[in-house]
C-alpha cells in the first residue's frame, strides 16, 4: 500500500481495477493513522462516483445455507449482465485477527466469475461480526462499477440492525422443519426484513417450506410494516435445484421501484448517510477519550476497581469522564 498515492487508488477503482479494489478495501480496514488519512482521500475522491448500485443485505441463522443461496443469485445476476460484489463478513481468528474462511472455498464458482467480486473481511471485534468498514467497501464498490453489492452476514443473532441500516433491501433466509420460526420471531428480525425466503425448499422438504411460508406470512402480518409503501413477503427457494431464485430478485427490483416513485428510497439512504456521520463521530470520540494521558494511566486501576466490587460502574466512569471534563474547561 505503500507505493501508491491516493490519485493511483482513485484513477483505478474509477478504471475497474480489481487489484487496487481490493488494496483499497485493505486501506480503509486499516487502523494505522497514515492509513486512515489516505483512505480519507480515496472515499472523497470516490464518492461522486458511489451511490448507484443495489445495496442487499443477507442474513439467516447459520446452517441456512447464505454462502450457496448468494453464489447462486450472484451467478444468475452475472449471467444477466450485471456485475457483482460480495462483502462477506467472517467470523475472525482468535489468534491472528483474520478471516478464517477464504472466498474461494466457499464460492468457487463465483468467485472465478470475471463479472464478480468477492471480498471476505475479519469481523473483529465489533458486535455482531459486522467489518466496521463495510459502509465504506460498498462506496468502492461502487465507485469500480458494480451494479449489485451484497452484504453477508455471519448471523449470529446481532448484526441485523447494522446491517438493515446500510442496504436498500435486507433479505432474512430461515430454514424450515428446524424450529427456527419462533427464533427468528424472538429476536425481532422479522421487524427488520424486506423479505423472508425459506431456503432449501426441495425434495422432501417442499411441504415444510410450504408451512413455514404461510407461518411467516401470517406472522408478518401482526407486525407494522417499517415501510408505508411495501409489505414484505414470504418467498421459498433452492440453491440446490436454482428455483425461486429470479423471482426474489424480481421482488428486491419491486421494492426499489415502488420505494423510489414515493421517495422514500432516496429518503432512506439520506437517513443512512446521517446515522453513518454520528456513529464515525460517536467511533472518533471514543478513541480520543481512551487516549488521553490521564484515560491511559488510570483506566485499568480504575477497571479494577469496578471488577472487585471496590467501586460501582458509575463511579468508574464518572472519574473517567472527570478527566473530559477538566481538558475541555482548560
Not at 158 to 167: F, L, P, R
Not at 261 to 289: I, T
Not at 300 to 327: C, H, N, P, W
Request: hydrophobic residues 40%; contains cysteine; glycine residues 10%.
Amino acid at each position: 500500500m505503500a507505493d501508491e498515492t491516493p490519485e493511483d487508488y482513485i484513477r483505478g477503482i474509477l478504471a475497474g481495477d480489481r487489484r487496487l479494489l481490493a488494496r483499497a478495501i485493505t486501506l480503509v480496514e486499516s487502523s494505522l493513522g497514515r492509513h486512515k488519512d489516505m483512505a480519507g482521500q480515496v472515499l472523497e475522491g470516490v464518492l461522486p462516483r458511489a451511490g448507484q448500485s443495489i445495496r442487499l443485505g443477507i442474513t439467516g441463522v447459520p446452517g441456512v445455507g447464505k454462502s450457496v443461496f448468494i453464489e447462486t443469485l450472484g451467478t444468475f445476476l452475472t449471467g444477466k449482465g450485471y456485475k457483482v460484489a460480495v462483502l462477506a463478513v467472517d467470523p475472525s481468528s482468535a489468534r491472528s485477527g483474520g478471516s478464517v474462511l477464504g472466498d474461494k472455498t466457499r464460492m468457487e464458482k463465483l468467485s472465478a466469475d470475471p463479472r464478480a467480486f468477492i471480498r471476505p473481511s475479519p469481523s473483529g471485534t465489533t458486535v455482531g461480526g459486522i467489518a466496521r468498514k463495510t459502509r465504506e467497501s460498498i462506496l468502492l464498490c461502487e465507485a469500480a462499477g458494480f451494479d449489485v453489492v451484497m452484504v453477508e452476514t455471519v448471523g449470529v443473532g446481532q448484526s441485523e440492525t447494522a446491517v438493515a441500516a446500510m442496504v436498500d433491501f435486507f433479505l432474512v433466509l430461515m430454514l424450515a422443519g428446524a424450529g427456527d420460526e419462533l427464533q427468528g420471531i424472538k429476536k425481532g428480525i422479522l421487524e427488520l426484513a424486506d423479505a423472508v425466503a425459506i431456503t432449501k425448499a426441495d425434495g422432501a422438504n417442499i411441504d415444510n417450506a410450504c408451512r413455514a411460508r404461510k407461518e411467516y406470512e401470517v406472522a408478518l402480518h401482526m407486525l407494522a410494516p417499517a415501510s408505508p409503501t411495501w409489505e414484505p413477503p414470504v418467498l421459498t427457494c433452492s440453491a440446490l435445484t436454482n428455483t425461486g431464485i429470479e423471482e426474489i430478485w424480481e421482488t428486491v427490483c419491486a421494492h426499489k421501484e415502488k420505494l423510489t416513485a414515493s421517495g422514500e428510497f432516496e429518503e432512506k439512504r439520506r437517513a443512512q448517510a446521517r446515522e453513518w456521520m454520528r456513529r464515525l463521530v460517536e467511533e472518533g470520540v471514543q478513541s480520543r477519550f481512551l487516549n488521553l494521558p490521564e484515560v491511559r494511566d488510570n483506566l485499568e486501576t480504575i477497571t479494577g476497581k469496578v471488577s472487585k466490587g471496590e467501586m460501582t460502574a458509575a463511579q468508574g466512569a464518572a472519574e473517567l469522564l472527570f478527566y473530559l471534563d477538566k481538558r475541555l474547561t482548560i
